[in-house]
Protein backbone atom coordinates (compact mmCIF):
# COMPACT_ATOMS: atom_id res chain seq x y z
CA UNK A 1 0.00 0.00 0.00
CA UNK A 2 1.49 3.74 -0.85
CA UNK A 3 1.85 5.57 2.12
CA UNK A 4 -0.81 8.23 2.71
CA UNK A 5 0.98 11.75 2.17
CA UNK A 6 -1.15 14.74 3.98
CA UNK A 7 0.88 17.23 1.83
CA UNK A 8 -0.54 16.20 -1.18
CA UNK A 9 -4.35 15.59 -0.01
CA UNK A 10 -3.87 19.42 1.55
CA UNK A 11 -1.92 20.50 -2.06
CA UNK A 12 -5.51 19.05 -3.81
CA UNK A 13 -7.62 21.06 -1.91
CA UNK A 14 -5.60 24.26 -1.92
CA UNK A 15 -5.09 23.89 -5.79
CA UNK A 16 -9.08 23.26 -6.12
CA UNK A 17 -9.73 26.61 -4.12
CA UNK A 18 -7.51 28.57 -6.04
CA UNK A 19 -8.57 27.58 -8.99
CA UNK A 20 -12.18 28.15 -9.01
CA UNK A 21 -11.06 31.62 -6.91
CA UNK A 22 -8.90 32.61 -10.24
CA UNK A 23 -12.09 31.54 -12.57
CA UNK A 24 -15.05 33.57 -10.41
CA UNK A 25 -12.35 36.96 -10.54
CA UNK A 26 -11.47 36.28 -14.08
CA UNK A 27 -15.40 35.95 -14.55
CA UNK A 28 -16.42 39.29 -12.76
CA UNK A 29 -13.36 40.75 -14.44
CA UNK A 30 -14.80 40.02 -17.70
CA UNK A 31 -18.50 40.79 -16.90
CA UNK A 32 -17.06 44.29 -15.51
CA UNK A 33 -14.99 44.89 -19.31
CA UNK A 34 -18.22 44.13 -21.42
CA UNK A 35 -20.24 46.23 -18.55
CA UNK A 36 -18.09 48.95 -19.91
CA UNK A 37 -17.15 48.43 -23.14
CA UNK A 38 -19.24 50.53 -25.43
CA UNK A 39 -22.32 50.14 -27.40
CA UNK A 40 -22.63 47.36 -30.33
CA UNK A 41 -21.45 49.24 -33.75
CA UNK A 42 -24.14 48.69 -35.51
CA UNK A 43 -26.80 50.36 -33.42
CA UNK A 44 -24.57 53.75 -33.17
CA UNK A 45 -24.35 54.02 -36.96
CA UNK A 46 -28.15 53.04 -37.30
CA UNK A 47 -28.94 55.96 -35.65
CA UNK A 48 -26.39 58.29 -36.73
CA UNK A 49 -27.23 57.97 -40.28
CA UNK A 50 -31.09 58.60 -39.23
CA UNK A 51 -29.98 61.72 -37.21
CA UNK A 52 -28.12 63.18 -40.09
CA UNK A 53 -31.09 62.49 -42.58
CA UNK A 54 -33.11 64.36 -40.17
CA UNK A 55 -30.60 67.38 -40.23
CA UNK A 56 -31.17 67.76 -43.97
CA UNK A 57 -34.71 69.44 -43.40
CA UNK A 58 -33.50 71.09 -40.75
CA UNK A 59 -34.26 74.41 -43.39
CA UNK A 60 -37.81 73.10 -43.11
CA UNK A 61 -39.69 73.87 -40.36
CA UNK A 62 -42.59 71.94 -41.04
CA UNK A 63 -40.88 69.09 -43.07
CA UNK A 64 -38.10 68.67 -39.89
CA UNK A 65 -40.94 67.58 -37.81
CA UNK A 66 -42.61 65.40 -40.48
CA UNK A 67 -39.28 63.44 -41.01
CA UNK A 68 -38.60 62.75 -37.71
CA UNK A 69 -42.59 61.81 -36.94
CA UNK A 70 -42.38 58.92 -40.03
CA UNK A 71 -38.26 58.26 -38.17
CA UNK A 72 -40.12 57.56 -34.72
CA UNK A 73 -43.11 55.76 -36.48
CA UNK A 74 -40.43 53.54 -38.24
CA UNK A 75 -38.05 52.71 -35.47
CA UNK A 76 -40.23 53.19 -32.18
CA UNK A 77 -37.20 55.56 -30.85
CA UNK A 78 -37.73 58.93 -29.91
CA UNK A 79 -35.75 61.87 -31.83
CA UNK A 80 -34.80 65.22 -30.92
CA UNK A 81 -32.89 67.96 -32.45
CA UNK A 82 -30.96 71.11 -31.38
CA UNK A 83 -29.56 73.99 -32.64
CA UNK A 84 -25.58 74.85 -31.65
CA UNK A 85 -27.16 77.52 -28.97
CA UNK A 86 -29.27 74.35 -27.25
CA UNK A 87 -32.81 75.32 -28.60
CA UNK A 88 -35.26 72.49 -29.38
CA UNK A 89 -35.95 72.66 -33.56
CA UNK A 90 -37.97 69.25 -33.67
CA UNK A 91 -38.56 66.35 -31.28
CA UNK A 92 -40.94 63.10 -31.44
CA UNK A 93 -44.74 64.04 -30.47
CA UNK A 94 -45.82 62.86 -27.21
CA UNK A 95 -42.19 62.64 -25.81
CA UNK A 96 -39.98 64.71 -23.77
CA UNK A 97 -37.02 66.03 -24.83
CA UNK A 98 -33.83 65.69 -22.87
CA UNK A 99 -33.13 69.09 -20.92
CA UNK A 100 -29.41 68.81 -21.91
CA UNK A 101 -27.57 72.01 -21.20
CA UNK A 102 -25.32 73.65 -23.99
CA UNK A 103 -22.47 73.02 -21.93
CA UNK A 104 -23.42 69.79 -21.67
CA UNK A 105 -24.24 69.26 -25.21
CA UNK A 106 -20.67 70.46 -26.00
CA UNK A 107 -18.99 67.79 -24.40
CA UNK A 108 -20.96 64.63 -25.24
CA UNK A 109 -20.08 62.68 -28.15
CA UNK A 110 -21.32 59.67 -29.82
CA UNK A 111 -19.60 57.41 -27.94
CA UNK A 112 -21.44 58.32 -24.49
CA UNK A 113 -22.15 55.33 -22.64
CA UNK A 114 -25.40 52.98 -23.19
CA UNK A 115 -27.77 53.10 -20.02
CA UNK A 116 -31.84 52.45 -19.88
CA UNK A 117 -33.03 54.58 -21.86
CA UNK A 118 -30.08 54.86 -24.32
CA UNK A 119 -29.15 57.34 -25.81
CA UNK A 120 -27.18 58.31 -28.95
CA UNK A 121 -26.09 61.80 -29.15
CA UNK A 122 -24.77 62.94 -32.79
CA UNK A 123 -22.89 66.23 -33.08
CA UNK A 124 -24.01 67.99 -36.89
CA UNK A 125 -21.26 69.77 -38.50
CA UNK A 126 -21.00 71.82 -41.64
CA UNK A 127 -18.37 73.36 -43.28
CA UNK A 128 -18.18 76.32 -41.20
CA UNK A 129 -18.19 74.85 -38.30
CA UNK A 130 -20.61 72.81 -35.37
CA UNK A 131 -24.82 73.53 -36.12
CA UNK A 132 -26.40 71.47 -33.71
CA UNK A 133 -26.58 67.84 -32.14
CA UNK A 134 -29.16 65.37 -32.91
CA UNK A 135 -30.03 62.88 -30.05
CA UNK A 136 -31.96 59.38 -30.23
CA UNK A 137 -33.00 57.85 -27.44
CA UNK A 138 -33.61 54.05 -27.66
CA UNK A 139 -37.05 52.25 -26.70
CA UNK A 140 -36.02 48.59 -26.78
CA UNK A 141 -32.55 47.35 -25.43
CA UNK A 142 -29.86 46.51 -27.57
CA UNK A 143 -29.11 42.48 -27.98
CA UNK A 144 -26.96 40.84 -25.77
CA UNK A 145 -23.09 41.47 -25.36
CA UNK A 146 -21.05 38.71 -26.61
CA UNK A 147 -19.64 36.75 -23.77
CA UNK A 148 -22.44 37.22 -20.74
CA UNK A 149 -24.25 34.39 -20.93
CA UNK A 150 -21.33 32.32 -21.76
CA UNK A 151 -19.80 33.84 -18.43
CA UNK A 152 -22.88 33.10 -16.98
CA UNK A 153 -23.41 29.24 -17.43
CA UNK A 154 -19.18 28.86 -16.84
CA UNK A 155 -20.38 30.72 -13.47
CA UNK A 156 -23.34 28.25 -13.30
CA UNK A 157 -21.29 24.88 -14.03
CA UNK A 158 -18.72 25.97 -11.72
CA UNK A 159 -21.22 26.63 -8.99
CA UNK A 160 -22.43 23.19 -9.39
CA UNK A 161 -18.90 21.25 -10.40
CA UNK A 162 -18.67 22.92 -6.31
CA UNK A 163 -21.27 21.61 -4.81
CA UNK A 164 -20.83 18.27 -5.98
CA UNK A 165 -16.86 18.47 -4.84
CA UNK A 166 -17.74 19.78 -1.55
CA UNK A 167 -19.92 16.54 -1.25
CA UNK A 168 -18.03 14.61 -2.21
CA UNK A 169 -15.13 15.65 0.29
CA UNK A 170 -17.15 16.61 3.19
CA UNK A 171 -18.74 12.92 2.91
CA UNK A 172 -16.27 10.53 3.39
CA UNK A 173 -14.63 13.38 5.82
CA UNK A 174 -17.92 13.58 7.85
CA UNK A 175 -17.18 9.39 8.12
CA UNK A 176 -13.96 9.61 9.34
CA UNK A 177 -14.61 12.51 11.82
CA UNK A 178 -17.61 9.94 13.06
CA UNK A 179 -15.51 6.70 13.36
CA UNK A 180 -12.68 8.66 14.67
CA UNK A 181 -15.34 9.89 17.73
CA UNK A 182 -16.75 6.57 18.09
CA UNK A 183 -13.67 4.99 18.43
CA UNK A 184 -12.41 7.52 21.05
CA UNK A 185 -15.55 6.41 22.71
CA UNK A 186 -14.85 3.35 23.02
CA UNK A 187 -16.83 1.27 20.09
CA UNK A 188 -13.54 -0.50 18.84
CA UNK A 189 -15.71 -2.18 16.59
CA UNK A 190 -16.77 1.04 14.25
CA UNK A 191 -14.94 1.33 10.93
CA UNK A 192 -15.09 4.03 7.80
CA UNK A 193 -15.87 1.34 5.38
CA UNK A 194 -14.05 3.89 2.56
CA UNK A 195 -13.38 2.89 -1.00
CA UNK A 196 -9.67 3.07 -1.19
CA UNK A 197 -9.56 5.25 -4.58
CA UNK A 198 -7.88 8.78 -3.55
CA UNK A 199 -6.23 10.26 -0.38
CA UNK A 200 -9.07 10.33 1.62
CA UNK A 201 -9.88 6.72 0.96
CA UNK A 202 -6.36 5.69 1.65
CA UNK A 203 -6.70 7.39 4.75
CA UNK A 204 -9.54 5.77 5.61
CA UNK A 205 -8.22 2.35 5.13
CA UNK A 206 -5.06 3.34 7.36
CA UNK A 207 -7.66 4.28 10.11
CA UNK A 208 -9.50 1.05 9.71
CA UNK A 209 -6.02 -0.86 9.93
CA UNK A 210 -5.42 0.87 12.89
CA UNK A 211 -8.45 -0.01 14.79
CA UNK A 212 -8.17 -3.93 13.49
CA UNK A 213 -4.22 -3.75 15.18
CA UNK A 214 -5.93 -1.74 18.40
CA UNK A 215 -9.09 -4.20 18.04
CA UNK A 216 -6.53 -7.30 18.42
CA UNK A 217 -4.57 -5.92 20.63
CA UNK A 218 -7.58 -5.06 23.39
CA UNK A 219 -8.82 -8.71 22.74
CA UNK A 220 -4.92 -10.46 23.19
CA UNK A 221 -4.94 -8.57 26.44
CA UNK A 222 -8.25 -10.31 27.88
CA UNK A 223 -7.30 -13.20 26.55
CA UNK A 224 -4.03 -12.83 28.30
CA UNK A 225 -5.74 -11.80 31.72
CA UNK A 226 -7.96 -15.17 31.03
CA UNK A 227 -5.66 -17.71 30.26
CA UNK A 228 -3.17 -16.30 33.32
CA UNK A 229 -6.54 -16.41 35.73
CA UNK A 230 -6.81 -19.88 34.59
CA UNK A 231 -3.03 -21.17 34.26
CA UNK A 232 -2.51 -20.05 37.80
CA UNK A 233 -5.25 -22.04 39.13
CA UNK A 234 -4.53 -25.47 38.80
CA UNK A 235 -1.07 -24.89 40.28
CA UNK A 236 -2.00 -23.32 42.80
CA UNK A 237 -4.99 -26.05 43.56
CA UNK A 238 -2.43 -29.10 43.67
CA UNK A 239 -0.61 -27.01 46.02
CA UNK A 240 -3.57 -26.66 48.32
CA UNK A 241 -3.99 -30.36 48.03
CA UNK A 242 -0.14 -31.09 48.72
CA UNK A 243 -0.32 -28.87 51.60
CA UNK A 244 -3.37 -30.24 52.93
CA UNK A 245 -2.28 -34.11 52.63
CA UNK A 246 1.77 -33.26 53.94
CA UNK A 247 0.42 -31.85 57.30
CA UNK A 248 -1.78 -34.60 57.34
CA UNK A 249 0.06 -37.82 56.63
CA UNK A 250 3.16 -39.67 57.53
CA UNK A 251 6.29 -38.24 57.12
CA UNK A 252 7.42 -40.08 53.84
CA UNK A 253 4.35 -39.40 52.26
CA UNK A 254 4.44 -35.42 53.34
CA UNK A 255 7.86 -35.44 52.16
CA UNK A 256 6.88 -36.67 48.46
CA UNK A 257 3.51 -34.54 48.54
CA UNK A 258 6.22 -31.24 49.40
CA UNK A 259 8.42 -32.24 46.61
CA UNK A 260 5.78 -32.39 44.29
CA UNK A 261 4.22 -28.69 45.91
CA UNK A 262 7.91 -27.93 45.11
CA UNK A 263 7.72 -28.60 41.01
CA UNK A 264 4.37 -26.50 41.41
CA UNK A 265 5.68 -23.40 42.59
CA UNK A 266 8.73 -23.60 40.23
CA UNK A 267 6.29 -23.80 37.88
CA UNK A 268 4.52 -21.06 39.20
CA UNK A 269 7.64 -18.82 39.18
CA UNK A 270 8.59 -19.36 35.61
CA UNK A 271 5.09 -18.54 34.76
CA UNK A 272 5.34 -14.92 36.40
CA UNK A 273 8.33 -14.69 34.88
CA UNK A 274 7.25 -15.81 31.25
CA UNK A 275 4.36 -13.39 31.57
CA UNK A 276 6.39 -10.49 33.11
CA UNK A 277 9.17 -11.24 30.32
CA UNK A 278 6.55 -10.95 27.99
CA UNK A 279 4.32 -8.00 28.93
CA UNK A 280 7.85 -5.95 29.60
CA UNK A 281 8.55 -6.77 25.76
CA UNK A 282 5.34 -6.15 24.38
CA UNK A 283 5.04 -2.83 26.26
CA UNK A 284 8.83 -1.50 25.11
CA UNK A 285 7.91 -2.03 21.55
CA UNK A 286 4.85 -0.18 21.94
CA UNK A 287 7.02 3.09 22.88
CA UNK A 288 7.77 5.94 20.13
CA UNK A 289 10.46 4.78 18.46
CA UNK A 290 10.05 1.21 19.50
CA UNK A 291 13.52 1.69 21.65
CA UNK A 292 13.18 -1.82 24.17
CA UNK A 293 13.52 -0.10 27.39
CA UNK A 294 13.12 -3.82 28.91
CA UNK A 295 16.39 -5.31 27.30
CA UNK A 296 20.07 -4.31 28.04
CA UNK A 297 22.54 -4.55 24.78
CA UNK A 298 25.90 -5.82 25.08
CA UNK A 299 28.22 -6.92 22.18
CA UNK A 300 27.94 -10.45 23.03
CA UNK A 301 29.62 -14.04 21.57
CA UNK A 302 26.49 -16.19 20.72
CA UNK A 303 28.68 -19.22 19.59
CA UNK A 304 30.06 -19.22 23.46
CA UNK A 305 26.61 -18.47 24.36
CA UNK A 306 25.16 -21.76 22.76
CA UNK A 307 28.16 -23.98 23.78
CA UNK A 308 27.13 -22.90 27.36
CA UNK A 309 23.55 -23.52 27.49
CA UNK A 310 24.11 -26.60 25.51
CA UNK A 311 26.38 -28.08 28.10
CA UNK A 312 24.03 -27.10 30.89
CA UNK A 313 20.84 -28.36 29.42
CA UNK A 314 22.75 -31.67 28.90
CA UNK A 315 24.05 -31.47 32.25
CA UNK A 316 20.30 -30.95 33.73
CA UNK A 317 19.03 -33.69 31.39
CA UNK A 318 21.19 -36.34 31.49
CA UNK A 319 18.90 -38.56 29.71
CA UNK A 320 18.80 -36.47 26.83
CA UNK A 321 20.97 -37.02 23.53
CA UNK A 322 22.09 -33.00 22.85
CA UNK A 323 24.60 -31.95 20.14
CA UNK A 324 25.66 -28.91 19.67
CA UNK A 325 27.36 -27.40 16.49
CA UNK A 326 28.15 -24.07 16.86
CA UNK A 327 32.09 -22.07 15.47
CA UNK A 328 35.30 -21.97 17.63
CA UNK A 329 35.68 -18.61 16.26
CA UNK A 330 33.39 -15.90 17.88
CA UNK A 331 29.73 -14.67 16.45
CA UNK A 332 29.34 -11.45 17.59
CA UNK A 333 25.73 -9.84 18.24
CA UNK A 334 24.31 -6.50 20.02
CA UNK A 335 21.78 -7.91 22.53
CA UNK A 336 20.92 -8.98 25.77
CA UNK A 337 23.06 -12.20 27.01
CA UNK A 338 19.98 -12.96 29.49
CA UNK A 339 17.19 -13.05 27.03
CA UNK A 340 18.90 -15.01 24.41
CA UNK A 341 19.56 -17.40 26.85
CA UNK A 342 16.27 -17.39 28.00
CA UNK A 343 15.07 -18.37 24.55
CA UNK A 344 17.34 -20.83 24.06
CA UNK A 345 16.49 -22.51 27.11
CA UNK A 346 12.83 -22.42 25.90
CA UNK A 347 13.96 -23.89 22.76
CA UNK A 348 15.67 -26.77 24.37
CA UNK A 349 13.00 -27.10 27.05
CA UNK A 350 10.14 -27.88 24.42
CA UNK A 351 12.22 -30.07 22.60
CA UNK A 352 12.91 -32.01 25.46
CA UNK A 353 9.09 -31.84 26.31
CA UNK A 354 8.02 -33.23 23.15
CA UNK A 355 10.13 -36.33 22.21
CA UNK A 356 10.81 -39.44 23.92
CA UNK A 357 14.00 -39.78 26.49
CA UNK A 358 17.02 -40.32 24.31
CA UNK A 359 16.01 -38.58 21.05
CA UNK A 360 18.45 -36.74 19.81
CA UNK A 361 18.28 -32.63 19.96
CA UNK A 362 20.26 -30.59 17.48
CA UNK A 363 21.65 -27.00 18.78
CA UNK A 364 23.35 -25.13 16.32
CA UNK A 365 24.81 -21.84 15.46
CA UNK A 366 25.96 -20.20 11.96
CA UNK A 367 26.97 -17.23 10.61
CA UNK A 368 24.40 -17.03 7.31
CA UNK A 369 25.09 -13.40 5.15
CA UNK A 370 24.68 -10.60 7.90
CA UNK A 371 22.80 -12.48 9.78
CA UNK A 372 23.29 -15.03 13.05
CA UNK A 373 21.69 -18.43 12.87
CA UNK A 374 20.31 -20.32 16.31
CA UNK A 375 18.64 -23.70 15.64
CA UNK A 376 17.21 -26.31 17.63
CA UNK A 377 15.56 -29.24 15.58
CA UNK A 378 14.73 -32.44 17.29
CA UNK A 379 13.09 -35.80 16.61
CA UNK A 380 10.12 -35.78 18.57
CA UNK A 381 6.46 -36.17 18.08
CA UNK A 382 6.00 -32.45 15.57
CA UNK A 383 3.34 -30.36 15.34
CA UNK A 384 0.14 -30.41 12.90
CA UNK A 385 -0.01 -28.32 10.07
CA UNK A 386 -3.50 -26.73 11.59
CA UNK A 387 -1.77 -26.11 15.13
CA UNK A 388 1.48 -24.56 13.09
CA UNK A 389 -0.02 -21.07 12.42
CA UNK A 390 -0.81 -20.71 16.39
CA UNK A 391 2.01 -21.82 17.88
CA UNK A 392 2.99 -18.33 18.98
CA UNK A 393 -0.18 -17.39 20.14
CA UNK A 394 0.02 -16.65 24.17
CA UNK A 395 -1.01 -19.80 26.21
CA UNK A 396 -1.36 -21.96 22.73
CA UNK A 397 -0.64 -25.57 23.30
CA UNK A 398 -0.62 -28.09 21.08
CA UNK A 399 -0.49 -30.63 23.92
CA UNK A 400 -3.91 -30.27 25.65
CA UNK A 401 -2.98 -32.57 28.28
CA UNK A 402 -1.55 -30.27 31.06
CA UNK A 403 0.32 -32.65 32.61
CA UNK A 404 2.96 -32.75 35.17
CA UNK A 405 4.67 -34.59 32.38
CA UNK A 406 4.81 -31.75 29.81
CA UNK A 407 4.44 -28.89 32.07
CA UNK A 408 4.55 -25.49 30.62
CA UNK A 409 1.72 -22.94 30.18
CA UNK A 410 2.11 -21.79 26.43
CA UNK A 411 4.50 -18.89 26.70
CA UNK A 412 7.74 -20.21 25.56
CA UNK A 413 7.80 -19.75 21.83
CA UNK A 414 5.84 -16.72 22.65
CA UNK A 415 8.63 -15.40 24.72
CA UNK A 416 10.96 -16.39 22.16
CA UNK A 417 9.41 -14.87 19.47
CA UNK A 418 9.11 -11.20 21.66
CA UNK A 419 12.70 -11.87 22.04
CA UNK A 420 13.55 -11.97 18.46
CA UNK A 421 11.07 -9.07 17.44
CA UNK A 422 13.53 -7.09 20.52
CA UNK A 423 16.32 -7.95 18.63
CA UNK A 424 15.21 -6.84 15.43
CA UNK A 425 15.47 -10.79 14.20
CA UNK A 426 12.44 -13.49 13.14
CA UNK A 427 11.72 -16.67 14.01
CA UNK A 428 10.71 -19.42 11.76
CA UNK A 429 9.34 -22.82 12.69
CA UNK A 430 8.94 -26.16 10.88
CA UNK A 431 7.68 -29.57 11.81
CA UNK A 432 5.95 -32.82 11.04
CA UNK A 433 3.82 -34.69 12.59
CA UNK A 434 6.18 -37.97 14.28
CA UNK A 435 9.52 -36.21 12.53
CA UNK A 436 10.32 -33.97 14.82
CA UNK A 437 10.65 -29.75 14.98
CA UNK A 438 12.91 -27.66 13.85
CA UNK A 439 12.69 -23.61 15.12
CA UNK A 440 15.08 -20.97 13.98
CA UNK A 441 16.14 -18.00 14.98
CA UNK A 442 17.94 -14.99 12.97
CA UNK A 443 19.51 -12.10 14.83
CA UNK A 444 21.51 -9.34 12.88
CA UNK A 445 25.31 -9.68 12.96
CA UNK A 446 26.98 -6.65 15.09
CA UNK A 447 28.29 -4.13 13.55
CA UNK A 448 31.21 -1.64 13.65
CA UNK A 449 34.14 -1.97 16.47
CA UNK A 450 34.17 -3.30 19.71
CA UNK A 451 33.61 -0.61 22.51
CA UNK A 452 35.96 -1.31 25.70
CA UNK A 453 33.21 -1.89 27.95
CA UNK A 454 31.80 -4.73 24.95
CA UNK A 455 35.23 -5.80 25.06
CA UNK A 456 35.64 -6.78 28.81
CA UNK A 457 32.27 -7.94 28.71
CA UNK A 458 33.02 -10.62 26.15
CA UNK A 459 36.41 -11.49 27.75
CA UNK A 460 34.38 -11.82 31.27
CA UNK A 461 31.89 -14.26 29.38
CA UNK A 462 34.60 -16.20 27.86
CA UNK A 463 36.43 -16.50 31.52
CA UNK A 464 32.84 -17.89 32.79
CA UNK A 465 33.36 -20.93 30.44
Known sequence: MNPLRPWRLAAQIWALALLTQAVVVLSLAAMFWMSRHPAPPNFMRLHEHIIRELATHADEPGGLQAAVDRASAATTDHFALFSRDGALLAATRGSTPPQLPFERLATLSRTERIDAPARVIVPLRAEDGLVGFGVARLQMSPP???GVSTVAVVLAVLAGLSVLLARRLSEP?????????????????????????GPLGLLGRVFDEMADRVAELLRSQRELLANVSHELRTPLARLRVALELAAESDPETARTELHLAEDDLAQLERMVEDVLRTASLDLASLRPGGSHTAMQRLRLDVAA????????FASAWSNSQVTIAAPAEPLYVDGDPELLRRALDNLLDNARKYSEPGSPITLRAAAEGDEVVLEVADAGIGIDAADQVQVFTPFFRTDRSRTRMTGGVGLGLTLVQRIALAHEGSVALESEPGRGTRVTLRIPRARGELLPAQALHCERTAAQE
Open 144 to 146: PRP
Open 173 to 197: LGRLVGAAQAFGAGDVQVRVGLSPR
Open 305 to 312: LVHRTGRR
